[in-house]
């Protein structure tokens, strides 16, 4: 029996440290820093992910721990993986170079046009009077990202010149996602259905997990800001046999294959945000981790080993690994805090009631607060259901909800309709 660290404290995590600790090896699991939820299944360490250093001391400390499971993307663009390797430690996790797939849309952009990957067309720019000359004779819509991570809410569509001079003004000159994030992509917009497929790989062979569609804007009918995600379906049912193979053979080997070229070999789990355009696929994004919600929806329908997939990531070994997964319909849906993604109000006592069975209830934004379980985050939790069909999922979890109660709980209506 082993240990294993997960970095990271919300509902990905939550999710992932569930479906390890269903694995005949795992006998601890440990979270760095873990919230309230993670606390009822795995043992909570208060370091933070970019707290090398303690990670680091944590570690030497404990010699039972047979891997780190990096999942949030900022320790993994700053280098996680690569630091503790060069302490002798075994990681799940993209080196840093290979983490630039997420950590620059730019570096994404040149990869996918050097390798013929189909994306959107895009121009890029360091320059903010070089892009207000650009969005003056652009053809609207266009979609307007910054370059390094913004917490998934970097991306905005303008239809007007407006909306982008002022997206533009916020990156840019406002600095609104750092000093360090002040370059842009102008993309043209797609439009279609959009789709996430992830797969484990170790930069030679890869195993795909179940298509999954998130709804990332705050309101119903997809109206409002950007978030983080309000919910996930999987598998999609848009994304066909036909599709898959397109994907595989258009961009998921030329991706794996580009990053190799490129001295980038990718181990980990590489996420693909993908919109089928006209019957076809084309990249919006990449992740360099598991997505978020997308993984509350997804690994509840693994039947293999968690452990023995990531031992064998790390070890160059998938093609030794059977992935094999459920059939069914997952519906995951996220309990928000009242204002976000804006600015809201943490602390409220949380009340679940206990006949709440025949879902998965993953944590993300909780705390424990003198014995009592709080809010302590934009999203709060997120209830997941698996069913023969997608009215049956949504009808579990929803129900569910209904019975999870916190001041200013806000949820959307409409999460797989």
Known sequence: MASVLVIGSGGR???????????????????????????????????????????????????????TVATPDNPLVAGITDVLQEKGFRVFGPSKKAAMIEGSKIFAKKLMEKNGIPTAKYSYFTDY?????????????IVIKADGLAYGKGVKICTNFKDAENAVSAIMTEAVFGLNNRNILIEEMLTGHEVSLLVFTDGKTFKLMPSAQDHKRIGDGDLGPNTGGMGAFSPSPFFTPMMLEKTIQRIIKPTINALNADDCTFKGVLYFGLMICKSDPYVIEYNARFG???TQAILPQLESDLYEIFDAVIDE?????????????????????????????VGYPITIDP?????????????????????????????????????????????????????????RYDIGK
């Open 355 to 411: 006949d709440v069975t025949d879902v998965e209830i993953f944590h993300a934004g909780t705390k424990n607060i003198d014995g009592e379980l709080c809010t302590n985050g934009g999203r709060v939790l997120a209830v997941t259901a698996i069913a023969s069909d997608m009215q049956a999922s949504r009808s579990l979890a929803y129900n569910a909800l209904k019975k999870i109660k916190f001041k200013g709980m806000y949820y």
């Open 129 to 141: 009077a070089d892009a207000l000359y650009y969005i003056l004779q652009a053809q609207y819509p």
């Open 317 to 345: 070994r998938l093609d030794e690994i059977d992935v094999k997964w459920s059939r069914g319909q997952a519906v995951s849906i996220v309990a928000a805090s009242q204002g976000y993604p804006g600015s809201y109000t």
């Open 292 to 294: 978020d919600p997308e």
């Open 13 to 67: 995590e939550h999710a992932v440290v569930k479906a390890l600790k269903k694995s005949r090896h795992v006998d601890t699991i440990y979270c760095a820093p873990g919230n309230a939820g993670i606390e009822e299944d795995a043992i909570c360490v208060p370091i933070e992910p970019l707290d090398f250093g303690k990670i680091i001391n944590f570690l030497q400390s404990h010699k039972d721990i047979a891997f």
